[in-house]
Each structure stands twice: as C-alpha cells, then as structure tokens.
C-alpha cells in the first residue's frame, strides 16, 4: 500500500503538470474553432497537419535518450556521468539538426507541402524544446515534480496568453498595410499560432538553464554506448507511435481530394480533442509510473505491485472513458464551438477507446523497460505503425476520417495484447484479468450503446453510468476505504 501511496503522490503532482496546462491549452480549441478567429474549417486542419510534422521530429531529436536517461541514472553509481554524457549528446544533435534544418528549409517546405515562414518557426521551436528534455527527465528523476509542474504550466499559460494576445488583439493589425502583412502572410494567424510556441519554449529553457550552470559535463563514451544501444528501439518505437498518433492527418491531406482535404482534417483534429480527457489521465499516470517502475525493480516482490497499479488504471480508465462518452454531446459545445466542426463526432468513442488501449499499454510495457529488452517496444509499435498505415491508406479514400480513427484503435489495441503477450514470457506480472476484462467490456458495451443506439436519450446513458460505477465501487471497495483512510 506504501508503494501505491507513493505512486498516487507523484501521479496527482505530475497529473497537476500534466492536466492543468493541457486544460490551459484545451482553451485553444474553442478558441481556434469559434467563427471569425481562423478563417475556416480548412485553416484549423493546416494548423493540425504541421503540428503532425512537429510531432515526428520531436521524437527524432529525443531519440529514446530521456528513457534511457531514466534507466541508467537508476543503474549507475556515477549518476553525474549519466547526467553529463546524455545533455551532451542532445546538445550536440539538437545544434547539428538545427543548423541542417535551417539551410535545407526551403527544400524541406516543398517537400512536405508547407509554407517555408511556418517551417522556420517550427525549427527554432524544435531546438528550445530539444534543450530541456534531459533538464525535465533529470527533475523527475530527482523527484521534483512541483518544479516541474510550475515550469510546465507556465509554459503553456504563456502559450494560451499569446494565442489569445496575438488572435484577439492583434488581428485587425495584421489585416492593415503594414509591416505585419508583409511579415505574416499568408494566413497570418498560422504564424501568431507558432510565434505563441516559440516565446513560450523560449521562457522555458530560460527557467531551466540553472541545469545547464550546475551540471557536470563529462562524456563517457562507453556509457553513451550503452544508452545509445538501450535508447535505439526506443525511438524507433516512437516513431511508430508519432505515426500511430498524427500521421493520419498528413495521410488524409494527401489521399483526400485537395478540395475537402484540409477541412476533413479540422473537423476530425477538433472532435478528436474531446478524447483529450482521456489523454491526460493516460500520460499523467505514466508520468507517474515510469521513474516508479525504474527505482522498485529491485524491490521485494515488485510484480504485485505492477499488477495492482494496472487495475487501478483500467478501474479509474473505464470510469472516465464511459463518462466523456455519455456526456459527449453536452461537452461539444464548450470545446468545440462551430457546429461546422461536428459532423466528426462519431469518431469520438472510437479515439477515447484507442488512447484507453494505449494507457494500458504504457502499463504493460514495463516488462520490456526494466528487462532492458526495449527492441521488443520497437518490434510492437512498429506493428502497430504497419497497421495504422495500411488501413489508412486503403479505407481513408472511401471511409475518410472514420478510418483514421478505427485505424488508430485497432493499433493501439494490437499492441495493448501483444505486450501482454510477451509479457508472460520474459517478466510475468499476476494481473488479474478477469477483473481487467470485466472493466473493459462494460464500459465498451455501455459506451457504445449509449453513444451509437440511445444518443439522443441522456436517461439511458446517464443509467448506464450510475450502474457501472456501481460495479467498480463494489468491485474495488477495499483499496477506496484504504485511500480514503490514508
């Protein structure tokens, strides 16, 4: 109980970093999606489609070095040298990419179809936020979290602040001949979206250069090594899952007709936030879980613990996942603010599920992180990746974004078993499956006959919630007193 009471502290600390900014950032939505604030449907699915981009070159600059930070600042006894070894090597790349990324910029917008002023924000944005990768892992793992959660939510309240600044109160500027028309357009208000990013990843590195200032750097090769050889499957399997997570839009942009493309791409990024809830207890709780997971591996019976913590999860998971689904339609208006993004909503269910799948997933994947055997990460998420490709692009010229989300479940589902599957084989966890599959079924069943038969009758899906929160209460009455107690 000890152990779970530590992991609640953190996951609530880390939830508060997690959750708030992200609920800051929420904001944006209705922000983006209210008339008259972006020019169109079509200018929201543009925003979207870069930010897919972002998202795979992120992973490309972390290269699995924040993991394998973790797992061997936990395993060595020279933790300066870990320390040092990993801000080097990010340094180092971070400046050469940055240096490539600016000189091919050109050739690098007309590939990916994106005008070059965003891709030169996107850039400078992309170093900032490679700079402070190794400064947060190392807050975490010398549990820190408040300076962490202070430094997150600022960072996205700046954010906000600007889109909000610069959309508002700046926009009949960029519309006057002046200096601000030639700087920022076309489609000024793409580029006031990224400037936004820019000055909030600034401040950022700003309150985080103590790091810098206190740090010892001595590179030991051989040690970058290892953590090279243990970091390697790592990013390949997040390069599979930016694939699993984004690449559905840029696949929509090119497999859709140019003329509905983008605005299919708005409609389905905008309802796809409301699987955000979901999200953010999901990423908090692995927040959470991971540096957990690293520093009790060595601990007396550390299996048992795992396998409660899962339950845990997928009791609070199904709970959230049927709640949003019922109250779907109530929330839509407060997030999504023009009816002309709606016509996607079906495919919210569909997303909560597939993010479901993937938290579990993240629970499951202990076995390969503290067994060092992270290449079976890399085999699963590009499995996973195989299958969001192919099904895009066979179904998303007839199904168009409804593909895109039952791709990204199926995915994420697959990779969910497999891990499981593994698991049993190399580091068996006593989950207790009965209890898992129970959780997960009702709360699938209820969802979707909430959602997909009964949607216009709120008595029957509000019914089914109280039911199901009766069954989890009863089910998990004993660690609820324990809580509660403690």
Same mark, same amino acid.
Not at 225 to 235: D, E, F, S
Not at 390 to 410: G, M, R, V
């Given at each position: 109980?000890?152990?779970?009471?530590?992991?609640?502290?953190?996951?609530?600390?880390?939830?508060?970093?997690?959750?708030?900014?992200?609920?800051?950032?929420?904001?944006?939505?209705?922000?983006?999606?209210?008339?008259?604030?972006?020019?169109?449907?079509?200018?929201?699915?543009?925003?979207?489609?870069?930010?897919?981009?972002?998202?795979?070159?992120?992973?490309?600059?972390?290269?699995?070095?924040?993991?394998?930070?973790?797992?061997?600042?936990?395993?060595?006894?020279?933790?300066?040298?870990?320390?040092?070894?990993?801000?080097?090597?990010?340094?180092?790349?971070?400046?050469?990419?940055?240096?490539?990324?600016?000189?091919?910029?050109?050739?690098?917008?007309?590939?990916?179809?994106?005008?070059?002023?965003?891709?030169?924000?996107?850039?400078?944005?992309?170093?900032?936020?490679?700079?402070?990768?190794?400064?947060?892992?190392?807050?975490?793992?010398?549990?820190?979290?408040?300076?962490?959660?202070?430094?997150?939510?600022?960072?996205?309240?700046?954010?906000?602040?600007?889109?909000?600044?610069?959309?508002?109160?700046?926009?009949?500027?960029?519309?006057?001949?002046?200096?601000? =028309?030639?700087?920022?357009?076309?489609?000024?208000?793409?580029?006031?979206?990224?400037?936004?990013?820019?000055?909030?990843?600034?401040?950022?590195?700003?309150?985080?250069?103590?790091?810098?200032?206190?740090?010892?750097?001595?590179?030991?090769?051989?040690?970058?090594?290892?953590?090279?050889?243990?970091?390697?499957?790592?990013?390949?399997?997040?390069?599979?899952?930016?694939?699993?997570?984004?690449?559905?839009?840029?696949?929509?942009? =090119?497999?859709?007709?140019?003329?509905?493309? =983008?605005?299919?791409?708005?409609?389905?990024?905008?309802?796809?936030?409301?699987?955000?809830?979901?999200?953010?207890?999901?990423?908090?709780?692995?927040?959470?879980?991971?540096?957990?997971?690293?520093?009790?591996?060595?601990?007396?019976?550390?299996?048992?613990?795992?396998?409660?913590?899962? =339950?845990?999860?997928?009791?609070?998971?199904?709970?959230?996942?049927?709640?949003?689904?019922?109250?779907?339609?109530?929330?839509?208006?407060?997030?999504?603010?023009?009816?002309?993004?709606?016509?996607?909503?079906?495919?919210?269910?569909?997303?909560?599920?597939?993010?479901?799948?993937?938290?579990?997933?993240?629970?499951?994947?202990?076995?390969?992180?503290?067994?060092?055997?992270?290449?079976?990460?890399?085999?699963?998420?590009?499995?996973?990746?195989?299958?969001?490709?192919?099904?895009?692009?066979?179904?998303?010229?007839?199904?168009?974004?409804?593909?895109?989300?039952?791709?990204?479940?199926?995915?994420?589902?697959?990779?969910?078993?497999?891990?499981?599957?593994?698991?049993?084989?190399?580091?068996?966890?006593?989950?207790?499956?009965?209890?898992?599959?129970?959780?997960?079924?009702?709360?699938?069943?209820?969802?979707?006959?909430?959602?997909?038969?009964?949607?216009?009758?709120?008595?029957?899906?509000?019914?089914?919630?109280?039911?199901?929160?009766?069954?989890?209460?009863?089910?998990?009455?004993?660690?609820?007193?324990?809580?509660?107690?403690?």
């Amino acid at each position: 109980m000890a152990a779970l009471k530590t992991l609640f502290k953190q996951t609530v600390i880390y939830g508060l970093a997690t959750v708030l900014p992200r609920m800051l950032s929420f904001l944006l939505v209705p922000l983006y999606t209210t008339k008259g604030v972006l020019s169109s449907v079509a200018e929201y699915g543009q925003v979207n489609v870069i930010f897919s981009w972002f998202v795979l070159f992120n992973v490309v600059l972390a290269y699995g070095m924040e993991t394998a930070f973790f797992r061997y600042y936990n395993k060595e006894q020279n933790k300066d040298s870990v320390v040092g070894t990993s801000t080097i090597s990010l340094v180092i790349s971070s400046f050469g990419f940055f240096i490539l990324a600016l000189l091919f910029q050109s050739q690098i917008a007309e590939f990916i179809d994106i005008n070059v002023k965003y891709i030169n924000l996107v850039i400078w944005i992309l170093l900032l936020d490679a700079l402070v990768i190794i400064p947060f892992a190392w807050l975490r793992a010398t549990q820190k979290p408040m300076r962490y959660a202070v430094i997150k939510i600022l960072n996205v309240a700046v954010n906000l602040g600007l889109n909000l600044f610069f959309l508002l109160a700046l926009k009949d500027l960029a519309t006057d001949d002046n200096i601000f =028309e030639t700087i920022y357009k076309p489609n000024f208000e793409i580029s006031y979206i990224f400037i936004a990013n820019l000055i909030a990843s600034a401040l950022t590195l700003l309150l985080m250069a103590s790091f810098y200032v206190k740090v010892k750097f001595t590179f030991d090769k051989q040690l970058w090594k290892h953590m090279m050889r243990y970091a390697y499957p790592v990013l390949i399997a997040g390069v599979a899952f930016s694939i699993n997570e984004t690449f559905d839009r840029i696949l929509l942009k =090119e497999l859709l007709p140019e003329n509905i493309a =983008e605005t299919q791409i708005g409609m389905y990024s905008a309802c796809y936030k409301l699987a955000l809830f979901m999200t953010l207890f999901a990423t908090a709780y692995r927040l959470g879980i991971e540096p957990f997971f690293f520093s009790h591996a060595n601990s007396e019976n550390p299996q048992k613990n795992y396998a409660r913590i899962l =339950e845990f999860f997928v009791a609070v998971g199904s709970v959230i996942f049927l709640t949003v689904v019922v109250f779907a339609d109530f929330i839509k208006p407060f997030i999504v603010r023009s009816e002309d993004y709606w016509e996607a909503m079906w495919v919210v269910p569909i997303i909560l599920l597939a993010n479901f799948c993937l938290g579990i997933y993240h629970n499951l994947s202990v076995w390969y992180k503290i067994t060092d055997r992270t290449k079976f990460g890399a085999y699963i998420s590009a499995i996973g990746a195989i299958i969001t490709l192919a099904i895009n692009i066979l179904f998303i010229k007839a199904f168009s974004y409804k593909a895109s989300a039952i791709a990204t479940l199926a995915a994420y589902a697959v990779m969910m078993v497999l891990s499981y599957y593994y698991g049993r084989k190399y580091y068996p966890i006593p989950y207790n499956i009965k209890k898992i599959a129970l959780y997960l079924f009702v709360s699938v069943m209820f969802s979707f006959i909430s959602f997909y038969q009964f949607r216009d009758y709120n008595v029957i899906g509000i019914s089914l919630l109280i039911v199901f929160l009766g069954i989890v209460s009863y089910s998990e009455k004993t660690i609820i007193k324990q809580f509660l107690k403690r």
